[in-house]
């Protein structure tokens, strides 16, 4: 094979890689300034001590109407926001702070008491993910690996716990 038919093979090759690459998804890096107001209330109260690393807002429809915003903060937690700022999911791989815990008690009904309860349980473990799931259902990831909910069903509080790989 000459020469310029390598170059050609070469150059056909990256094109065919750098756009299969490309992301479907187009998003912009912003300042944390551009981030919806409703995310950096729940930022300022939940991770007042951990500094923002990046921010980046996902279009995620034709119109550029409907948004994701990943935050990435110091020490690796990421956390996810929708268009309108409410938080979607947290991965904190070192566990949530005691004021990120906060986070599940606020989400459930105002006559759901359970923190102390929930301490007492989970007392041992670290929870190194939550899943904003529905109204009365959060999901939190623990670091001995089990998924655990907290569903409110109006007629009480209950635990689920199953393993996840």
Known sequence: MNTNKLHFVVILMIAMFTASCKDDIDHTIITPEQL?????TF????????DIISA?????????????????LKDNIQLHFNNEGEW???NTPNGLSEAGKEI?????????????EFNNYYSNQKITRLVNDTD???????????SSYIIDAHEG?????????
């Open 36 to 40: 919806p107001e409703k995310t950096t």
């Open 104 to 116: 599940i008690f606020e989400k459930l009904p105002s006559y759901v008491d359970i923190k102390e």
């Open 56 to 72: 980046n807002k996902y279009d995620i429809d034709i119109t550029n109407k409907e948004h994701l915003y990943l935050v990435n």
């Open 136 to 146: 009365d259902e959060i999901q939190f990831i623990l670091d001995n690996k089990y």
């Open 43 to 50: 930022l300022a109260k939940y991770f007042q001590d951990d």
């Open 88 to 90: 979607l999911e947290i």
């Open 157 to 165: 509080t209950t635990y689920a716990d199953m393993y996840a790989e």
